[in-house]
Structures are given as structure tokens and as C-alpha cells.
């Protein structure tokens, strides 16, 4: 069964944040965590690239199901972080 969709493309310039009462309690705990780290040691711009890496490799273990994206992203950063700082360490 091949199934078609059309969807409109429009541009937008306004971006949605996630605001606190959409992150759950765990997701909110590893977002105060990953932000005591000190991350100086990296480039912003190469951390964000890793922490895009790795939330695109959860969301495939979760095959891409929507709702869930913050919680990836969230989960990334933490992995990342934890990372960086065995590397320091």
C-alpha cells in the first residue's frame, strides 16, 4: 500500500521553546544537572552538533514517533555532557 500526502511548506519564523510544564520531572532533573557542568572546554557550536547527534539517535530507537522530542534532546545533553567530563576528568 503506497500512501501520498501533499503537505504546504510555508516559512515561519517564530520557533516554539518548550516551557517547563511540558518537560516531565525527570526530563526537568537532567536539564538542571547538565547545566551545573562546566562546558567551556568545547566549542558551543560542536557540543551542539554532538547533542543534535545523539537526540537524532534516540528519537530513531523510538522509530521517529512524535512527542517526545525534548525528552530526546534533554537525554542528549546529559549523555554529552557526562562524556565531556570523563574526557576532562
Known amino acids: 500500500m503506497v500512501v501520498n500526502r501533499v503537505v504546504k511548506v510555508t516559512k ?12 516531565s520531572d525527570s526530563a526537568m532533573m ?4 547538565s547545566k551545573r557542568l562546566e562546558t567551556k572546554t568545547i566549542d558551543p557550536d560542536a557540543r ?11 528519537a530513531e530507537r523510538r522509530g521517529f514517533a512524535a ?11 546529559v549523555l554529552v555532557d557526562s ?3 570523563q574526557q576532562v576528568a
Do not use: I, P
Open 12 to 23: 515561519r519564523k517564530t520557533t516554539r521553546k518548550a516551557t517547563v510544564s511540558e518537560l
Open 30 to 33: 537532567a536539564v538542571l544537572e
Open 48 to 58: 551542539r552538533q554532538l547533542v543534535a547527534a545523539e537526540a537524532y539517535f534516540f
Open 67 to 77: 512527542g517526545n522530542e525534548v525528552e530526546d534532546w534533554v537525554a542528549a545533553e
Open 83 to 85: 562524556r565531556l567530563k
